[in-house]
């Protein structure tokens, strides 16, 4: 499939349906003359579009994208730095809720919420951070009873290892390309927080998810780089089973784990897609119209750009054990 959006650099897609179409709340990547590192600064993104489509064809010829323009910049938000990195949305009680990472002014990355009457918005930041957020890559999932949570973290650039002491310890010792190694030495989980029925806070503490071995019954281990939680959480429920989504990073794989709680455990499962061109892949799946969607990134109209992506989309299938088959990139 060819990229959904041409006119624009977008990425890590968090796909939605709301009012019976798809809404997009993508990364909108940028040049820059920063130089390629493995603390991702290259990834300088300073405003976020929306983007809806009425209908996801799987025909030849792709489908129509309506870009809402942009919903918030930088500038908008009292406490960011930069880079604005991957969002995500939700909607409770008529309102829409736009999460976003960011640094702060002191360079260290905390996750916002900015809200919104419509899905395509505007968006007001509120003038903080979430309390108690830090790392990236929120991903917010409302079960079937209204409970709402928020997923996030991410290894390396997105900090997670700089909490090992505890979700209000930043320890700058462990900044940059860094995490967890050696025989017997657990892979980091990512996070999960309850929000408040409001959606502008934590309910209660956030903590770790547990992604298991199903071999061992034990924790992932941090060596285990084709299988441990690297970035770009998400999560989606079948039958009453959670599927936890996630980036693999170094290795570039998306995989997934399921559990019987949107908070886990989760038993590691598979493979969702094999790598695509460019070294990050980020995801959502959504079901639309009764057919499961993968929304991802390469960088294929960049040709190869690794901080130059752009979004596509992809059918998705589960077996008749409910596992999602593996697919390959196009
Ligand atoms: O887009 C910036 C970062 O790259 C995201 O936060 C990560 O998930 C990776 O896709």
Redesign the pocket.
């Known amino acids: 499939m060819a990229p959904l959006i041409k006119h624009l650099y977008t ?2 897609p968090s796909a939605h349906v709301f009012n019976d179409k798809i809404y997009i709340y993508p ?1 909108h ?1 940028r040049e820059t003359d920063i130089k390629f590192n493995d603390n ?1 600064d290259q ?1 300088d ?1 300073a405003d976020y579009h929306v983007f809806s489509l009425d209908t996801l064809d799987d025909g030849d010829s792709p489908p129509e994208v309506t870009d809402h323009g942009v919903v918030l910049k930088t500038e908008d938000v009292p406490w960011v730095s930069k ?1 604005l ?2 969002p995500d949305a939700a909607t409770k009680n008529g309102k829409y809720y736009l999460y976003f ?1 960011a640094r702060d002014k002191k360079g260290i990355f905390r996750i916002g919420v900015a809200v919104g009457d419509a899905p395509e918005g505007p968006f007001v930041p509120e003038p903080e951070p979430i309390n108690g957020s830090f790392s ?2 929120p991903a917010t999932f409302v079960d079937d009873d209204g409970s709402a949570y928020l997923y996030f973290g ?1 290894l390396w ?2 900090q997670l290892q700089c909490y090992q002491k505890g979700n209000d310890l930043f320890d700058a010792s462990w900044s940059g390309p860094k995490e967890p190694s050696g025989e017997g030495v657990y892979a980091l989980g990512p996070k999960v927080g309850k929000l408040t029925d409001d959606m502008l806070q934590f309910d209660s503490e956030v903590r770790e998810i547990e992604i298991l071995d199903p071999a061992t019954g034990e924790k992932i281990l941090a060596d285990d780089h084709d299988r441990r939680f ?3 959480a998400w999560m989606h429920k079948k039958d009453g089973t959670y599927y936890f989504s996630y ?1 693999t ?1 170094d290795t570039h794989y998306l995989c997934y784990a399921t559990g019987s709680s949107p908070t886990g455990p989760f038993t590691y499962a598979g493979r969702i897609l094999e790598p695509v061109l460019g ?4 995801h959502s799946i959504v079901e639309f119209r009764r057919r499961l969607w993968l929304f991802h ?1 390469d960088c294929e109209l960049s040709g190869g750009v690794d ?1 130059l ?1 752009s979004v596509k989309v992809k059918e998705l299938f589960y077996d008749k054990d409910g596992k999602i088959v593996t697919e390959k990139p196009e």
């Open positions: 990425a890590d990364s990547d991702g990834y993104m880079q990195w991957a990472p990236i890559d991410g650039g997105g690297f970035e770009a980036s990073g070294w990050t892949t980020h990134h901080h992506r």
